[in-house]
């Protein structure tokens, strides 16, 4: 879809202060689109829509409280007309061995990734409908492979793949539901893990992560842009040389 197709259309994504949800909403813009930032860390968001621009605005929300979700939708709706595509792409990957320990680690996994991207699918559901629109989840090769050390993790991201196989049926042909499954991209996502030993070794494994955050992005957008009679359903993508 060329970029003077999107004007106009409205694309909402969390966790845009970072990583793949910054460069998201930098390919989204490019091909048109006017986004709505979301993320906790507003300096970031709102010096990425500065450098968007094309109505681009930063909304701060936690999409663990629901009322800063409700909250963002209503200026989405009132500052931009409503959301054509919601990106969900928020998210944690606390990952260290199974533990009381790291009890705080699981549940705030399972309140961002999970409940995160439910809620806000929730919330902004309305907008959705109200025309041929597009949900994207971003779930993760761990959500569907598990290993040692990333169960809660994997689980959240199991939950988001049959959750949005669910809503694909449920929602067709209004919402086009695209599960994208990413394997190791280079972004800050393994500095917030807290299990020292764990963070060192998963560190090293990005520090030399051949895939970039845009790539991924390139993809999400590629989906975007096929016509509305075709909807990519899935999409597991991983470094050419990742085993698992
Ligand atoms: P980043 O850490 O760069 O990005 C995570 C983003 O999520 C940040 O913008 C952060 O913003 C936001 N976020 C976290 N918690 C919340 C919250 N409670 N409310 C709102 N926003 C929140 O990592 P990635 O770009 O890599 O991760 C993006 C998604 O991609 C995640 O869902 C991750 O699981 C998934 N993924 C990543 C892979 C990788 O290898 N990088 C592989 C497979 C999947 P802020 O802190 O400002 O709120």
Not at 59 to 69: F, I, K, L
Not at 113 to 130: H, R, S
Not at 199 to 214: C, I, L, M, S, T
Request: charged letters at 20%; zero cysteines; hydrophobic letters at 45%.
């Amino acid at each position: 879809m060329s970029s003077s197709q999107n004007q106009g259309r409205v694309a909402v994504i969390t966790g845009a202060s970072s990583g793949i949800g910054a460069a998201t909403a930098r390919a989204l813009a490019a091909d048109g689109y006017r986004v709505a930032l979301l993320a906790r860390r507003l300096d970031r968001i709102e010096a990425l829509a500065a450098e968007l621009g094309n109505g681009a605005i930063a909304v701060p929300a936690d999409v663990t409280d629901r009322d800063a979700v409700v909250a963002a939708a209503q200026r989405v709706q009132d500052e931009l007309g409503g959301a054509d595509v919601l990106v969900n792409n928020a998210g944690v990957m606390l990952l260290g061995p199974f533990s009381s320990e790291q009890r705080q680690d699981y549940r705030a996994m399972v309140e961002a990734n999970l409940l995160g991207a439910i809620t806000t699918t929730e919330v902004f559901l309305d907008q959705l409908k109200d025309g041929g629109s597009d949900l994207i989840n971003i779930s993760s090769v761990a959500g569907r492979t598990a290993r040692a050390g990333n169960g809660v993790y994997a689980a959240t991201k199991w939950g988001l793949n049959g959750w949005s196989e669910s809503l694909r049926q449920e929602l067709l042909p209004d919402v086009r539901v695209t599960l994208i499954e990413p394997g190791v991209v280079d972004t800050e996502l393994p500095t917030h893990i807290t299990h020292e030993a764990t963070r060192q070794g998963v560190q090293q494994a990005y520090d030399v992560a051949p895939v970039k955050a845009e790539e991924i992005a390139e993809v999400i957008a590629f989906a975007l842009a096929r016509p509305r009679h075709l909807a990519i359903n899935e999409i597991l993508l991983r470094p050419a040389d990742q085993l698992g």
